[in-house]
């Protein structure tokens, strides 16, 4: 079973101390730091900034989730801005092997997200098979502080049940009050913004999380 991961969305904290930020979340637990890259219609961290932070935490694990459209025009920015893992939407990609190829040729782990209209049948197998991660959105991308989806919580499930071995991300409106159907549904990296940045200790819910879904993976362990 693939581990647990926590990867809190930078775009929940406070941009003005980012690197800081940064540190605070992996003081707390955190592996990675997820950074959601949506160019349209706002604007938020592009190739620069996340070179800054690369720069600013050494070693840092940048989980860039590309909100474009074109994804394959900014494979070399997020590279040399040292990324980390290049998550695309399948719904913007031409030719999503070619990309994935592409991303692993700049040594970064090549994720595929799906929106929450989406089937989780428009991830192939072949697709799967060659992507390191998938991510399931559970919010609209966009904008942080959306409800979560509950519909979009069976697409974690059928991808899991496709590919037990497959890292699977959950993305949106995901907290202590939602992420035990996440992690019972299959999912084991999860990002979460807000519920993490805006807790009095961040390193308590990072850790709950983490538990959550350490548990859930131990009781499908047990029953397979």
Known sequence: MPRAIISPSVLASDFGQLTAECKRMIKGGAEWLHMGNHFVPNITMGAPILA??????????????????????????????GGSLYCFHIEAASDPIALIDAIHARKMKAGVAISPDTPSSAITDEIAHAADMLLVMTVYPGRGGQKFLDRCVPKVAELRARFPEKDIEVDGGVGPKTIDVCAEAGSNVIVAGTAIFNAPEPEKVIALLKETVDTAQAKRAAQS
């Open 52 to 81: 800054c932070v690369s720069k600013g935490v050494p070693g840092i694990f940048m989980d860039c989730h590309m909100m474009v459209a074109q994804p394959e025009k900014w494979v070399d920015d997020i590279a040399d801005a």
